[in-house]
C-alpha cells in the first residue's frame, strides 16, 4: 500500500522522532568510534594524535584478543546451545499441559522481565563459593566451587545465568512453532508407525527448524553483545580472561584501560560482526517450510 | 468373514459430553463402508476411535477377532487417508510414502519395491521426487492413498478425503477410489457428509445421526426403504417431502382439504413422504393436489419444481417435483399432482420408525 501525503514535509516530521534516536544514538556514537579508531589518545583527553592503522594492527597482533574471541564464541554457542534445548524440552512439555497451562507459561515467561544485571546479581548470590546455597550443595556433593579462582567454574556460571535470561524467549518462540504443526500430521505419523519420540525427531523438529534456525541468530546476537550486565555482576571477565567476550573487552580496556583507540578499534571490529549476522538473518530467514 | 466388528462401541468425553451412545457394527472383509451424516453427527469421531486417535469409552472393537480398544494405532495395522491429506511437508513423496514401512523395519529393497509399484499403480512415478507443495490438489489426494496402500493394511480408513477438491476432481477420484478399492479388495470404512458420494461408493451404508447408527443397509435399500424420516430426508436429493398427516378411517389426511386413499391399519399421527421423482403430472380430475409453481431451477437433464400445496387451507406446504426433461412452466401457475401409492414412505411420527 502506498500513501501519498500533500505535503512534502509531513512524512519527515512523522520519521523524525525515529530518525533522532538513531542518530543520537547510534550513527553519532558510531562515527566517534570509527573516528577514533584511528587516533591515539591520551588517559585525560587532552591531546590526541593520528595513528592511521595502528589500532586494527595492534589488535589483530594481540593473543588476548584472539583469546578473547575464543571465549566469546564458546560462551556464544553455549548460550545458544543450551537456552535452546531447554527452551525446546520446556515447550515440548507446555505443549502438552492441559490444565494450568496459562499459569505454567506465564511463569515460564518471567525470568525475560528480569533485567541482565539483576538477573546476574542472582546467580551470582546462589553460586558464591561462602554462601551461596548451590555452591554449598556442590561442595556437599563434593565439588570444589569457586568462580573466583576457576576460570572453568566462571564460564560454566556466566553461561549458566546468561542462559537462564533467554529460555523464555526460546520457550515462546518455540511453543508458537510446536502448535503450528498441525495435529493431523502426528498422527498420520502415528499411525505409520513412529514412536513418540521419532515422530518427535522426523516430523516436528524438522518442521521447526525455520523457528530453530531464527533463534539460533538471535541467541549468538544475544550473547554476543547483550550479556554485558551478566557478565560485569558475576564475574568481571575474571579470573584472569576467562570470560571477558569482546563486548566486556571493550568496556575494561577503553573505561579501566583508557585505552580509547584501541577500545574504538574493537568496537568497529564489533560492528562489522553485528552487520555480517544481521544480513545472514535477513538472507535465511525467509526460507519457510511450507505445511500443507 | 468378518473383518471389523464394533459392539456397543460408545464415546464420552472427559467433559460428560456423550458424542457417540452406541453403535454396533460388522464389516465383511473387503466391504466398502460409507458413514455418513450430517457434521457433527460423530462420523469423525467414530471412524478415529477405530483408528486408534481416539480412545474406546464404551464397547469394543475388534478387527480380525482381535480386541484392539488399548492398542496404540500403529499396531492396528490400519492406514488412514486425512482430510487434510496430513503429507509430511520436508519429504519428498518418495519419503512420504516409504515412512510408515521404514518405521516398520521393512529392508530398503523391498520399501523401493512396494512404493514404485504402488506409484505406478497411481501415476505418480514422475512425481517421486517432488515435496507436496509442489503438488496439486489432486495429486497430493493421490500420495495421500497411495502412502495408505504401500503398507497393504487390512483396513482402510478414509476422512472426507475428497472434500478439499473441486467438484469435478471430486467426481474423477471417486471413481478412482472405488475402483482401486475393488481391485485390492482391502476393508474399507470411509466417512462423508456428501449423500452422492455415500451412495455412489458403498456396499453398505451407516447413515448417523447424533451420534446413533439410523440405518445400516446398501444404498438401495437405504433409497428405496428409508427407516426413518431422517434417513429419508438425508438420502436422495432433493430431499423426499415430507408431511406431518394423520391416517384415518378415510386414509392419510395430509392437510384439512387432502386426504389421499389408503387403507392401512395404523391410526394416528404420521410422517408422510414422497420422493420428487415420483411425483407424477396429470390433468384435474385425475389429481390428488394441486401445486402452487413458486421457483423452477432447469438443469437441462431434468427440471426441479418448488411450490406449495393446499393453499386453501392456509398450511402451504412447499414441496419438490422432478421432472424429466426441460419444462418451463409460469411461476405463480398450478399444476396438478398424483402420489402413485406404492411410492409413499409413511413413518410413526412418535416413534420415527418406518410404517
Known amino acids: ?292 | 468373514m468378518t473383518d471389523v466388528v464394533l459392539e456397543n462401541v460408545g464415546k464420552t468425553y472427559p467433559n460428560g459430553y456423550h458424542a457417540i451412545p452406541s453403535v454396533d457394527l460388522s464389516i465383511e472383509e473387503g466391504e466398502f463402508i460409507v458413514l455418513v451424516g450430517p457434521s457433527g453427527c460423530g462420523k469423525s469421531t467414530l471412524l478415529r476411535m477405530v483408528a486408534g486417535l481416539e480412545s474406546i469409552s464404551e464397547g469394543e472393537l475388534r478387527i480380525r477377532g482381535e480386541r484392539m480398544n488399548e492398542k496404540e494405532p500403529a499396531e492396528r495395522d490400519i492406514a488412514m487417508v486425512f482430510q487434510n491429506y496430513a503429507l509430511y511437508p520436508h519429504m519428498t513423496v518418495y519419503a512420504n510414502m516409504a515412512y510408515g514401512l521404514k518405521n516398520r523395519g521393512v529392508p530398503k529393497n523391498q520399501i523401493e519395491e512396494k512404493v514404485t509399484h504402488v506409484a505406478d499403480m497411481l501415476g505418480l512415478t514422475e512425481l517421486l521426487q517432488r515435496k507436496p507443495g509442489q503438488l496439486s490438489g489432486g495429486q497430493r489426494q493421490r500420495v495421500a492413498m497411495g502412502r495408505a496402500m504401500v503398507r497393504d493394511p487390512k483396513v482402510f480408513l478414509f476422512d472426507e478425503p475428497l472434500s478439499n477438491l473441486d467438484a469435478k476432481l471430486r467426481v474423477q477420484m471417486r471413481v478412482e477410489i472405488r475402483q482401486l478399492q475393488r481391485k485390492l479388495g482391502t476393508t474399507t470404512l470411509y466417512v462423508t457428509h456428501d449423500q452422492v458420494e455415500a451412495m455412489t461408493l458403498a456396499d453398505r451404508l451407516v447413515v448417523l445421526n447424533k451420534g446413533k447408527a439410523e440405518q445400516i443397509g446398501t444404498p438401495m435399500d437405504i433409497y428405496n426403504q428409508p427407516a426413518t424420516p431422517f434417513v429419508a430426508a438425508f438420502i436422495g436429493s432433493p430431499s423426499m417431502n415430507l408431511i406431518d398427516a394423520n391416517v384415518t378411517e378415510q386414509g392419510v389426511k395430509i392437510s384439512d382439504a387432502v386426504t389421499l386413499p389408503l387403507s392401512h391399519e395404523h391410526r394416528g399421527e404420521v410422517v408422510w413422504g414422497i420422493r420428487p421423482e415420483h411425483l407424477v403430472v396429470c390433468d384435474e380430475k385425475n389429481a390428488d393436489f394441486a401445486l402452487r409453481i413458486q421457483a423452477v431451477e432447469s438443469l437441462g437433464a431434468e427440471t426441479l419444481i418448488h411450490g406449495v400445496i393446499d393453499e386453501k387451507s392456509g398450511k402451504n406446504e412447499p414441496m419438490v417435483v422432478r421432472l424429466a426433461g426441460p419444462h418451463l412452466p409460469d411461476i405463480n401457475s398450478l399444476i396438478w399432482l398424483t402420489a402413485p401409492v406404492q411410492h409413499w414412505h409413511l413413518f410413526d411420527a412418535k416413534t420415527q420408525q418406518r410404517l
Not at chain 1, 566462571?154 to 511453543?175: D, E, H, P, R
Not at chain 1, 569482546?246 to 580509547?260: A, P, Q, S, W
Request: charged letters at 10%.
Open chain 1, 1 to 292: 500500500m502506498t500513501v501519498t501525503f500533500p505535503q512534502k514535509g509531513l512524512p519527515w516530521l512523522l520519521l523524525l522522532p525515529q530518525l533522532l534516536v538513531t542518530a543520537i544514538f547510534f550513527l553519532w556514537p558510531a562515527e566517534q568510534a570509527l573516528e577514533q579508531a584511528f587516533y591515539q589518545e591520551d588517559a585525560f583527553g587532552l591531546s590526541r594524535e593520528f595513528v592511521g592503522l595502528e589500532n586494527f594492527i595492534d589488535l589483530f597482533t594481540d593473543p588476548l584478543y584472539y583469546q578473547s574471541m575464543l571465549t566469546t564464541l564458546l560462551f556464544s554457542f553455549s548460550v545458544a546451545i543450551f537456552g535452546m534445548s531447554a527452551a525446546l524440552l520446556l515447550a515440548v512439555m507446555a505443549d502438552r499441559v492441559i490444565r494450568g497451562k496459562l499459569a505454567y507459561q506465564t511463569l515460564l515467561i518471567w525470568p525475560y522481565a528480569v533485567a541482565p544485571a539483576l538477573a546476574g546479581v542472582l546467580w551470582w548470590i546462589l553460586f558464591d563459593p561462602s554462601m551461596g546455597p548451590i555452591a554449598l550443595w556442590l561442595e556437599s556433593a563434593g565439588v570444589d566451587w569457586n568462580h573466583y579462582l576457576n576460570g572453568n567454574q566462571a564460564m560454566i556460571l556466566v553461561v549458566i545465568a546468561s542462559t537462564w535470561k533467554q529460555i523464555s524467549y526460546n520457550f515462546l518462540f518455540f511453543l508458537a512453532g510446536l502448535q503450528a504443526v498441525p495435529r493431523s500430521l502426528i498422527e498420520a505419523a502415528s499411525i505409520d508407525g513412529a514412536s513418540p519420540f521419532k515422530r518427535f525427531w522426523t516430523i516436528v523438529f524438522p518442521l521447526l527448524s525455520p523457528t530453530t534456525f531464527f533463534l539460533l541468530v538471535v541467541n549468538l546476537v544475544y550473547a554476543f553483545f547483550e550479556t554485558f550486565g551478566v557478565i560485569d555482576a558475576t564475574t568481571k571477565g575474571g579470573p584472569g580472561q576467562s570470560t571477558t567476550t569482546l563486548v566486556y573487552k571493550v568496556f575494561e580496556d577503553g573505561f579501566i584501560g583508557l585505552d580509547l583507540g584501541g577500545s574504538a578499534a574493537q568496537s568497529v571490529v564489533l560492528m562489522g560482526i553485528v552487520g555480517l549476522m544481521t544480513v545472514i538473518q535477513f538472507r535465511f530467514i525467509e526460507r519457510k517450510v511450507q505445511y500443507s
